[in-house]
T-cell receptor, first 113, second 112 residues
Framework: EAQVTQNPRYLITVTGKKLTVTCSQNMNHEYMSWYRQDPGLGLRQIYYSMNVEVTDKGDVPEGYKVSRKEKRNFPLILESPSPNQTSLYFC????????????FGPGTRLTVL | GENVEQHPSTLSVQEGDSAVIKCTYSDSASNYFPWYKQELGKRPQLIIDIRSNVGEKKDQRIAVTLNKTAKHFSLHITETQPEDSAVYFCAALSLYGQNFVFGPGTRLSVLP
């Protein structure tokens, strides 16, 4: 089944404790992206990647890191989480090469205390 | 950078009526405009999209129109049903980048 998966789905952590949210897709998509969703603000893009080893900042990259070592995986890293990073996070992927249809993962609800 | 505004923020309609949600964008280089539906507790799902070389696109009860000159695009849902109740997001993608910018969303309620 073609899908985008994220882990964990729920995470409660404390300020400053490094964490990684994984994202994987099995559709051989070139483009992958991370968003955070906050009430009243819609989805805001954090980072995106157009292919392996190619990443770029979205609108709200501060406090986040990403890597794209393999085509299927695009982990989101919070090296020192803070309470203002409490949010709902979505990973998404699309084929690229002119096909911009994005498929979203199920979401990760992160709470930073 | 791109800025996408979306109106209204909430919309209530009677079942069977039409609903229209409008988005405006600022970057004339944007050339791809998708609409997503997000039900409570679920992930966003693409319902329709349009490219800048097309003025209108329709899929059953859903249509999207694009006015490049005025830099706005609209979602039209006809014969609304209770299952259309959800939050709808518009987005824009620039020709020169791959940075998606979303509107803040519209909560649509279809009243039986």
């Amino acid at each position: 089944e073609a899908q985008v998966t994220q882990n964990p789905r729920y995470l409660i952590t404390v300020t400053g404790k490094k964490l990684t949210v994984t994202c994987s897709q099995n559709m051989n998509h070139e483009y992958m992206s991370w968003y955070r969703q906050d009430p009243g603000l819609g989805l805001r893009q954090i980072y995106y990647s157009m292919n392996v080893e190619v990443t770029d900042k979205g609108d709200v990259p501060e406090g986040y890191k990403v890597s794209r070592k393999e085509k299927r995986n695009f982990p989101l890293i919070l090296e020192s989480p803070s309470p203002n990073q409490t949010s709902l996070y979505f990973c998404a992927s699309s084929l690229g090469a002119g096909d911009n249809t994005q498929y979203f993962g199920p979401g990760t609800r992160l709470t930073v205390l | 950078g791109e800025n996408v505004e979306q109106h209204p923020s909430t919309l209530s309609v009677q079942e069977g009526d039409s609903a229209v949600i409008k988005c405006t964008y600022s970057d004339s280089a944007s050339n791809y405009f998708p609409w997503y539906k997000q039900e409570l507790g679920k992930r966003p799902q693409l319902i329709i999209d349009i490219r800048s070389n097309v003025g209108e696109k329709k899929d059953q009860r859903i249509a999207v129109t694009l006015n490049k000159t005025a830099k706005h695009f609209s979602l039209h849902i006809t014969e609304t049903q209770p299952e259309d109740s959800a939050v709808y997001f518009c987005a824009a993608l620039s020709l020169y980048g791959q940075n998606f910018v979303f509107g803040p969303g519209t909560r649509l309620s279809v009243l039986p």
